[in-house]
Each structure stands twice: as structure tokens, then as C-alpha cells.
């Protein structure tokens, strides 16, 4: 073999073998750029997928956060407004009870005006000392106004027999009043009692010519010293 033909044969050799080398180089190159790529892409596709993700459990955490705070402020604001309302509601009835001991009522109801106050007639020693309400017996009596029991039972609770069974209540403006003819007697003397509460049943014991409740606004606890009732009363806002 000639040289011109051995050197050919190891050129073309050595060109193949160059041409491959390149080859491989630029196929591992791909490989490696290839990953890379890959491996970024990864990155870049993850990155904003993390990014939405916390995003959204903030605002949920956040909202969450905020419905407790308005679930707290309702609580808050449903706590006071029970507490005004209880509040109101106790001075209402405060205000009640005292305007109720404050005023004063009608001994009976459902009645009819018979003998009134300072009335001539045969059937008194003197004129007439208080007014008649005429009811049926065992109607229910009861305190005109608040006050402590200082007479109670019959004769007149001292006053005389003409009164039948009878009751004085001494009351805290300096007046009493005054109840007769009943048929029974349910306070005893120094028994405090509240404006409309039930004393005893009207009657017709004494010197009474039918069923009815004798009345008296007094000055003193005993007999002389009643001024007119129904004008008393009135004055006091009853209607009687």
C-alpha cells in the first residue's frame, strides 16, 4: 500500500472520528439543555401555581378572621342591647310599683253610689260621715291606698256598734281610711298592706239597712274627724 493511500485511509478515519465526537458533544449538550429546560419550566409552571395557592388560603384565613370578629361585635352589641332592655325593663316596673303606692283606687268596683257624705237622715245620730257603696255582699274590699292597719274588728273597731265589723287604715300623707258594715275581716291591726290589696268583704252588719260599703277619709283614726271621700278621691285620680 502506497503512503498517499494510508495517509487517505487515517484522514478519513480521523474525520469520522471528529465528526462523531462533535456529534456526541452536541447530542449531550441537547441532553443536558434539554433537562435544564425541563427543570426550569418546572420551576416557572410551580412557582406561580405556590403563589395562587397561599394567596388563596390567606384570604380565606383572612375572611375567616373577619367573620369572627363581626360573629364577636354582633354578640357584643346583642349582650348590650339585652342589658339595656333588662335595664329599661326594671325601671318601667319601678316606676310602676311606685306610681301604683303612689296613687289610690276606688275601695270596690262595680258599685252604685248611694248615701253620700254629710247626708241628713233618721238613720244617723249625726249627718252622714262618709259615702255608701252600694254592692252585694261579700264583694271584695280593698285598700285605697298603701298604708298599716291600726283597727280592726267588730263595733266598729272601737268606733261603735253602729259600724258593724269594720277597718281603719292609717296611710303614710298623714290621712286615713276607713271601711264598715263588713262581713269579713282578713288584716289585723299593724298588718302593712299595698295600694289595692284585699282587706275584708263588704256586709250588712251595723247600723246598715241594706248591703253596702260605708267609706271614710279621716284625718284621725276615729269617728269625728272624716272629710268628704269622693272629693278626696277625685283629687287622688280616681273616678268614683
Do not use: C
Amino acid at each position: 500500500m502506497s503512503f498517499r493511500s494510508t495517509f487517505l485511509r487515517h484522514a478519513r478515519t480521523s474525520s469520522l472520528r471528529t465528526r462523531a465526537a462533535f456529534l456526541g458533544a452536541g447530542l449531550g449538550a441537547s441532553v443536558v439543555l434539554g433537562a435544564g429546560a425541563a427543570v426550569a419550566a418546572d420551576t416557572v409552571a410551580a412557582t406561580p401555581t405556590g403563589s395562587a395557592t397561599s394567596s388563596t388560603l390567606a384570604t380565606a384565613v383572612r375572611a375567616q378572621a373577619d367573620a369572627q370578629a363581626e360573629a364577636a361585635t354582633h354578640a357584643q352589641q346583642a349582650a348590650a342591647a339585652a342589658k339595656a332592655k333588662a335595664k329599661a325593663a326594671k325601671a318601667n316596673a319601678k316606676a310602676a310599683a311606685a306610681k301604683k303606692a303612689a296613687s289610690w283606687v276606688d275601695p270596690v268596683k262595680k258599685y252604685a253610689l248611694s248615701a253620700g257624705f254629710d247626708q241628713n237622715g233618721s238613720h244617723w245620730a249625726h249627718k252622714h260621715s262618709g259615702q255608701d257603696f252600694a254592692v252585694p255582699i261579700g264583694t271584695d274590699v280593698v285598700a285605697a291606698h298603701g298604708g298599716t292597719v291600726v283597727k280592726a274588728g267588730g263595733n266598729g273597731a272601737g268606733d261603735g256598734p253602729a259600724y258593724g265589723n269594720a277597718i281603719v287604715v292609717k296611710h303614710a300623707n298623714g290621712t286615713y281610711s276607713q271601711y264598715a258594715h263588713l262581713s269579713r275581716i282578713d288584716v289585723k291591726p299593724g298588718q302593712v298592706v299595698a295600694t289595692g290589696q284585699h282587706l275584708a268583704r263588704s256586709g250588712n252588719t251595723g247600723n246598715s239597712t241594706g248591703p253596702h260599703l260605708h267609706f271614710e277619709i279621716r284625718k284621725t283614726p276615729n269617728y269625728g274627724s272624716a272629710v268628704n271621700p269622693v272629693a278626696f278621691l277625685h283629687a287622688h285620680g280616681t273616678g268614683v
